[in-house]
């Protein structure tokens, strides 16, 4: 199925880089390298440069900390979100938010998708997206409370789990309006999941795959892979991209990522060689 994510189509084999741009002071990663405006517009246009075709703008680091509600969430974002479409008008400009009040106001900036990495925590997120033809990211979290950590969440089957959430909220996007086409699951590593949970996730991609609808996958830097390699932040790029590979050898669609040069190399060079891509050029022995 084409991919449509907001003013951009994009054919149903491409696979897409997804660059994080935090806009706050207490990242988990950047540790609030990009809290700045300056900085953050610096790097929009470095990804950009980079070959990212999306950048997902946050407002709210994903971990608990001081409560950051609706009016300076937005204060955050919606005029970064303007100041990027005036930047690259061509795009693809994502918001990491679960409320749909900010969803309504990036929206109107000129975002394309919104990001919901809390699962339909609130509701009306879905109505936002389809108010303004955005696209919309499912999530699964089990339930979890935005911004809180997951304590001995037991799943039956956490695959299953994410597949029936995720396609639940899916169908009630497309209810709600949203165009079928703008509709991609997210497993979402480590949200309401420890690090086991994860990683079994990361073996079985291939089955949210087979839904038919687009996957994004939120590797770069997790804790799941921090815990499998026991490994600080800094540190997990070669474990990120081991996963990232598995992701891509399964078909997901969407890298939501720091490094994007280094996960494009890694997903080039796995549909190269599984053959659905050809070699950039190819003159050993014939020549």
Same mark, same amino acid.
């Given at each position: 199925?084409?991919?449509?994510?907001?003013?951009?189509?994009?054919?149903?084999?491409?696979?897409?880089?997804?660059?994080?741009?935090?806009?706050?002071?207490?990242?988990?990663?950047?540790?609030?390298?990009?809290?700045a405006e300056d900085k953050a517009l610096a790097r929009v246009a470095q990804v950009v440069a980079d070959g990212a075709?999306?950048?997902?703008?946050?407002?709210?680091?994903?971990?608990?900390?001081?409560?950051?509600?609706?009016a300076e969430e937005k204060a955050r974002v919606v005029d970064f979100v303007a100041q990027v479409r005036a930047e690259h008008p061509d795009l693809v400009i994502s918001v990491d938010t679960w409320r749909a009040e900010v969803g309504r106001a990036v929206c109107e900036?000129?975002?394309? &998708?919104?990001?919901?990495?809390?699962?339909?925590?609130?509701?009306?997120?879905?109505? *936002? /997206? %389809?108010? +303004?033809?955005a696209a919309v990211i499912c999530?699964?979290?089990?339930?979890?409370?935005?911004?809180?950590?997951?304590?001995?969440?037991?799943?039956?089957?956490?695959?299953?789990?994410?597949?029936?959430?995720?396609?639940?909220?899916?169908?009630r996007a497309v209810a709600a309006g949203v165009d079928p086409r703008s509709v991609v699951i997210d497993p979402a590593h480590?949200?309401?999941?420890?690090?086991?949970?994860?990683?079994?996730?990361?073996?079985?991609?291939?089955?949210?795959?087979?839904?038919?609808?687009p996957v994004l996958v939120s590797l770069s830097n997790k804790d799941f892979v921090g815990e499998s390699?026991?490994?600080? &932040?800094?540190d997990r790029l070669v474990g990120t991209l081991a996963?990232?590979?598995?992701? *891509? /050898? %399964?078909? +997901?669609?969407?890298?939501r990522v720091h490094q994007v040069v280094e996960t494009r190399q890694t997903v080039d060079m796995v549909n190269t060689v599984l053959g659905r891509r050809r070699p950039a050029r190819a003159i050993r022995g014939l020549q």
């Open positions: 199925m084409t991919l449509k994510l907001g003013r951009r189509e994009f054919d149903d084999d491409a696979m897409l880089m997804m660059a994080i741009v935090n806009r706050t002071p207490d990242s988990f990663f950047d540790k609030g390298a990009t809290w075709e999306i950048v997902d703008i946050g407002g709210i680091k994903a971990a608990p900390g001081v409560e950051i509600d609706a900036a000129g975002a394309d &998708v919104l990001n919901d990495a809390w699962g339909g925590a609130d509701p009306e997120l879905v109505d *936002a /997206a %389809a108010e +303004a033809g999530t699964h979290t089990g339930g979890a409370t935005p911004r809180t950590r997951p304590f001995r969440v037991e799943y039956d089957d956490v695959v299953a789990s994410a597949i029936a959430d995720t396609m639940a909220y899916a169908d480590d949200f309401g999941k420890n690090t086991f949970h994860s990683l079994e996730v990361t073996r079985r991609i291939g089955e949210m795959v087979d839904t038919g609808r390699l026991d490994l600080p &932040v800094g996963a990232t590979a598995l992701c *891509a /050898a %399964a078909g +997901a669609r969407i890298y």
